[in-house]
């Protein structure tokens, strides 16, 4: 049967997708006179290598992999791709993140439970990142280099194995930055001179740490609490 133009474009107009093979979605798409510009997201659970993705991909996730490196893929035909989500994911190579792309138009990139202990250097290429997830890792210092992407507004470290937090950090805390999450990190003190309305406002989050809980303890003691465990954290990470 016939269809217009118009209409098998609406019928295409897919949001996410979940698939195996994405090399298989690409051959129905076609075989179904659909049009894979309209595929915006996939979710790619499978342990082979994809060789083609719909030009106009804007997010993709990968995640619960053992493999030796980012697939090849990535450096191709994601020109639009805006939101990078890897995660659960063991890299055997030596190579690790390092091959990751720049992707000039990516805003939001999830490295999370990755065992990795740094934060790669070509996470600083992606200039028009505004979220930064790199939670459950081992990350032991703080990657105070990330405060070079000016455009940054919530970073995600929780539940690292970070001790301690720059004093430089908090004296000049970005002004683009809305949140940090340190949330289950091995906290024990700020900086003396951290200002604690980054606190109050919780633009700095560290529940979860033995520092928040001396402080709760403490308010507690005063009946003025000013560390909240308790919060909904905010849903833009």
């Known amino acids: 049967m016939?269809?217009?133009?118009?209409?098998?474009?609406?019928?295409?107009?897919?949001?996410?997708?979940?698939?195996?093979?994405?090399?298989?979605?690409?051959?129905?798409?076609?075989?179904?006179?659909?049009?894979?510009?309209?595929?915006?997201?996939?979710?790619?659970?499978?342990?082979?290598?994809?060789?083609?993705?719909?030009?106009?991909?804007?997010?993709?996730?990968?995640?619960?992999?053992?493999?030796?490196?980012?697939?090849?893929?990535?450096?191709?035909?994601?020109?639009?791709?805006?939101?990078?989500?890897?995660?659960?994911?063991?890299?055997?190579?030596?190579?690790?993140?390092?091959?990751?792309?720049?992707?000039?138009?990516?805003?939001?990139?999830?490295?999370t439970n990755m065992s990795l202990t740094v934060v790669p250097l070509n996470v600083l290429d992606q200039v028009g990142l505004t979220q930064f997830e790199f939670s459950y890792n081992r990350l032991v210092s703080f990657p105070d280099q990330l405060l070079a992407l000016q455009n940054l507004q919530t970073l995600s470290l929780e539940f690292n194995l970070i001790s301690?937090?720059?004093?430089?950090?908090?004296?000049?805390?970005?002004?683009?930055?809305?949140?940090?999450?340190?949330?289950?990190?091995?906290?024990?003190a700020l900086p003396l001179d951290t200002d604690f309305a980054l606190i109050q406002s919780q633009r700095l989050q560290i529940r979860g740490t033995p520092m928040c809980d001396r402080l709760y303890a403490a308010a507690r003691s005063i009946k003025s609490p000013r560390c909240h465990p308790w919060s909904n954290r905010s849903s833009g990470s």
């Open 164 to 188: 301690s937090i720059p004093s430089a950090f908090v004296r000049q805390f970005p002004s683009s930055l809305k949140t940090i999450y340190l949330d289950g990190n091995p906290l024990l």
């Open 2 to 111: 016939a269809m217009h133009e118009s209409s098998m474009r609406r019928a295409a107009e897919l949001v996410t997708v979940r698939v195996k093979n994405v090399n298989v979605l690409l051959r129905i798409c076609r075989r179904a006179f659909l049009f894979v510009s309209a595929v915006a997201g996939i979710f790619l659970c499978t342990m082979s290598e994809p060789t083609d993705l719909p030009p106009s991909l804007t997010m993709l996730y990968f995640q619960d992999q053992v493999v030796p490196r980012l697939p090849n893929i990535l450096d191709r035909n994601v020109n639009k791709l805006r939101y990078m989500f890897l995660r659960n994911i063991t890299i055997t190579g030596d190579e690790g993140v390092t091959a990751m792309s720049v992707y000039k138009n990516l805003t939001m990139l999830s490295l």
